[in-house]
T-cell receptor
Framework: GEDVEQSLFLSVREGDSSVINCTYTDSSSTYLYWYKQEPGAGLQLLTYIFSNMDMKQDQRLTVLLNKKDKHLSLRIADTQTGDSAIYFCAEGNQGGKLIFGQGTELSVKP | DTEVTQTPKHLVMGMTNKKSLKCEQHMGHRAMYWYKQKAKKPPELMFVYSYEKLSINESVPSRFSPECPNSSLLNLHLHALQPEDSALYLC??????????????FGDGTRLSIL
């Protein structure tokens, strides 16, 4: 069956890099997504990567995809207190449904 | 700022009340979604409308009734809800119908509390 796994918590110091990891099981996934959810808010689409890409960079965000190992990571450079949030990894396949991981709560300490 | 607008932001209702949640998008998207989210958990898909037709109903109890009056609007009618229905209800939209390779854009949600 389809499954997406993430570690639940990550704590970093302001200015450090954060790396949030995700593993998925569905090899037919076409796109993989990262969403950010701040307290009391909805989900903000941060970035997404097509399954035939290895890497995508967008300002402070770098997404790495290892399709062989079904491993996705999100690196946030120069992490700020405003980056504190829950980050959800999700896979979308041709069946249409988004499968979300459990979310990683990122805590940034000053 | 989100391009998917949900109203109201907060709603408190009794178990015998009837209320509606509203969602609006002006991005020209042709698929719209309702999700239910409990605290610090991922969203759970409830309904999908694609080209204004109900495409997916994830075995949601009939006390939740969706409606898509036009391609920009999505409603969720609530009746005789239970305390366990208290949650954040999120609306989302995507560009070209219901496909996994279309990014979904979310609103800020309606926080619903059932007394």
């Amino acid at each position: 069956g389809e499954d997406v796994e993430q570690s639940l918590f990550l704590s970093v110091r302001e200015g450090d890099s954060s790396v949030i990891n995700c593993t998925y099981t569905d090899s037919s996934s076409t796109y993989l997504y990262w969403y950010k959810q701040e307290p009391g808010a909805g989900l903000q689409l941060l970035t997404y990567i097509f399954s035939n890409m290895d890497m995508k960079q967008d300002q402070r965000l770098t997404v790495l995809l290892n399709k062989k190992d079904k491993h996705l990571s999100l690196r946030i450079a120069d992490t700020q207190t405003g980056d504190s949030a829950i980050y959800f990894c999700a896979e979308g396949n041709q069946g249409g449904k988004l499968i979300f991981g459990q979310g990683t709560e990122l805590s940034v300490k000053p | 700022d989100t391009e998917v607008t949900q109203t109201p932001k907060h709603l408190v209702m009794g178990m015998t009340n009837k209320k509606s949640l509203k969602c609006e998008q002006h991005m020209g998207h042709r698929a719209m979604y309702w999700y239910k989210q409990k605290a610090k958990k991922p969203p759970e898909l409830m309904f999908v409308y694609s080209y204004e037709k109900l495409s997916i109903n994830e075995s949601v109890p009939s006390r939740f009734s969706p409606e898509c009056p036009n391609s920009s609007l999505l409603n969720l009618h609530l009746h005789a809800l239970q305390p366990e229905d208290s949650a954040l209800y999120l609306c989302a939209s995507s560009q070209e119908g219901y496909r996994g390779e279309q990014p979904q854009h979310f609103g800020d949600g309606t926080r619903l509390s059932i007394l």
